[in-house]
């Protein structure tokens, strides 16, 4: 028995799927009955690092969802559109699909996965999040059976590699930028990867399978790494941390009961410092790693390539085979394999980021007056803000440089805090506040 597959896409990830694809040996058996039978390009002359047959390729897109003789069709272009419309016209045709794109599934997932439970089809999504690294499948299946508690993830490779640059030289993050731009470790535009609107579609993507709920996109609070200096990364070092963009889906420790509509979940993305003693701490580089902790099994780490041909079509042929797998072993099934498919109906509820509950960082700029760190106390101790450490580290120019860790606070009470210590006289500016994992 062949599956024929389409692939839309022969960029990066594209080149990959196919490569596999045409090399079956030594791979699982099942590959060997995977053909692919359409490629849509956008251009028919350009030079490929893989070399297929030039009738197989088109530039139709819409003849490659609506082809009878196609049963995969395998999504690489990336964006919105028209990449959302031609998924959802393929599962309308009946076809499976093999999906990499985060940000069609984060914000129409919805619609997507409604379409396919009615049509009756798979939509696979392994490669959308963490590139080379198996995540999404073991949340469904190996995992499947614990209460998942929280994920904890670096899943954006390109501001790891510019905070580990940080790390590593000292240098300021908008020169270590440029230079990444210019290495081609990140794009040209990098409001998508700096400003955390990547990683939000990922923790979003992990959330709705981890807690078994559709995910708005507009509840994830989002902050990037632009505020984040070679000073902050000086004194995350001194006090023992290092600092990462964590992307976090936890469950409201002061959730209860069973009924998972009723669920509270938090979702945020921000700059984080990490002890240097946390798994997550020695992912460097482009490198993703997340953190998966849950009841019984407790907690299980997962890292590796997050981006790059080989290893995210990796991802992409795994689901490839899966659905393969499972079209070939039960070919009269009237319903989706529950393991495989995704029927969420309800919506999270996702907590306010001011209900949040955790330790920060804060570097404060005041003059050199005495009293000043007593006047900060005082000032968080009104709002019931404990204090784990008040250090004056040195001067900028004539300025006092003081940095403060707290105990765990609910985040409404640390804002409203700072709101108060921004009226003091000698409290020049808050040049930085992170949040401590």
Known sequence: MVFKIALLGLGTVGTGTAKILLDTAGRNPLLQGIEIAKVGVRSLDKPREVQLPLELMTTDLEEIVTNPEIDIVVELLGGLEPARSLMLKAIAQGKHIVTANKAVISRYGDEIFAAAEEAGVYVMLEAAVGGGIPVIQPLKQALGVNRIHSITGIVNGTTNYILTRMQREGGEFADILADAQRLGYAEADPTADVDGLDAADKIAILASIAFAGRINLSDVHCEGIRQVSAADIVYAEKLGFVIKLLAVAKRDPMATGDNPKS???????????????????????????????????????????????????????????????????????????????????????????????????????????????????????????????????????????????????????????????????????????????
């Open 263 to 437: 669920e509270t979940i938090q979702l945020r993305v921000h700059p984080t410092l990490v002890a240097k003693t946390h798994p997550l701490a020695s992912i460097n580089d482009v490198y993703n790693g997340i953190v998966v902790e849950g009841e019984p099994i407790g907690q299980v780490i997962f890292s590796g390539p997050g981006a790059g041909s080989g290893p995210t079509a990796s991802a992409v042929v795994s689901d490839i085979l899966n659905i393969a797998a499972v079209l070939k072993t039960d070919l009269e099934a009237k319903q989706l394999h529950p393991l495989l498919s995704c029927a969420h109906q309800h919506y999270c509820n996702v907590a306010p980021i001011s209900d949040l509950v955790t330790r920060f960082y804060a570097r404060f700029l005041s003059q050199d007056h005495p009293g000043v760190i007593g006047h900060l106390g005082t000032s968080f101790g009104k709002h019931h803000v404990s204090l784990e450490s008040v250090v004056q580290i040195g001067f900028q120019g004539n300025l006092a440089e003081i940095v403060v860790v707290t105990h765990d606070v609910r985040e409404g009470n640390f804002r409203e805090a700072l709101d108060e210590i921004r009226t003091l006289e000698a409290v020049d500016s808050i040049p930085s506040i992170l949040r401590v994992l």
